[in-house]
């Protein structure tokens, strides 16, 4: 059980930005929001991660809602490099699940030339 | 700076053989994760280390699958014997420390299996 949701596909054009969207409604206080890509036929890759704030670095920029039940994660201007699946993850704090990623389905991400 | 490192990167075998995957985590990192990633199930944890000890197997499908972390820079994950429902990508990565959950995670190229 990821615990968010994300839409299937989303497509972009190159040099535009990108807005991709996640929930995760039930989330805690203490829950990280992570986002990491997928390349094909490569590893999964870290994108960026928040808590509260909204976060910027040389990838992306994630923007946190105030009650923190969504999430969009911002690629200023999409390459074709940046076709891949998005996932959007929480990551919790206590117990077993400390570093513990859950990946749901993901959002497939399409840029068009 | 090397990554992690997984081997083999593709292995075909033959159903009932023994199959062993090998990891190198990044120097310096105590957690070590091993995942799955089918069409069907996408990725799944299958067990994970730290400090080479295993502290979640929850995601080991069945008795077959075994995992050890012997020292902070090897881990294998071995099947036996193997079943064609065992093909799959298996991705081993690590992380810095545990219990801060604003960590990174990184991801090795994968080992592709296919038991036919």
């Known amino acids: 059980d990821a615990k968010t949701t994300q839409p299937n596909s989303m497509e972009s054009n190159e040099e535009e930005p990108v807005h991709l969207p996640c929930n995760h409604s039930?989330?805690?206080?203490?829950?990280?929001i992570h986002w990491y890509r997928q390349l094909p036929s490569q590893g999964p890759e870290y994108v960026i991660h928040?808590?509260?704030s909204n976060v910027n670095n040389r990838m992306a920029s994630l923007a946190i809602a105030e009650d923190r039940k969504s999430s969009t994660l911002i690629l200023h201007r999409a390459t074709l490099r940046d076709a891949a699946v998005y996932y959007c993850?929480?990551?919790?704090?206590?117990?077993?699940?400390?570093?513990?990623?859950?990946f749901g389905q993901g959002t497939i991400l399409t840029v068009h030339p | 700076d090397a990554g992690v490192i997984q081997s083999p990167r593709h292995e075909v075998t033959e159903m009932g053989q023994e199959v062993t995957l090998r990891c190198k985590p990044i120097?310096?990192?105590?957690?070590l994760f091993w995942y799955r990633q089918t069409m069907m199930r996408g990725l799944e944890l299958l067990i994970y280390?730290?400090?080479?000890?295993?502290?979640?197997d929850s995601g080991m499908p069945e008795d077959r699958f075994s995992a050890k972390m012997p020292n902070a820079s090897f881990s294998t994950l071995k099947i036996q014997p193997s079943e064609p429902r065992d093909s799959a990508v298996y991705f081993c990565?690590?992380?810095?420390?545990?219990?801060?959950?604003?960590?990174?995670?990184?991801f090795g190229e994968g080992s592709w299996l296919t038991v036919v």
């Open positions: 928040g808590l509260t």
């Open positions: 993850i929480r990551l919790g704090a206590g117990g077993t699940s400390y570093g513990k990623l859950t």
């Open positions: 120097s310096g990192h105590n957690s």
């Open positions: 039930t989330i805690s206080g203490t829950d990280y």
């Open positions: 280390f730290n400090n080479n000890v295993p502290i979640d």
């Open positions: 990565a690590s992380s810095p420390r545990q219990g801060v959950s604003g960590n990174t995670i990184y």
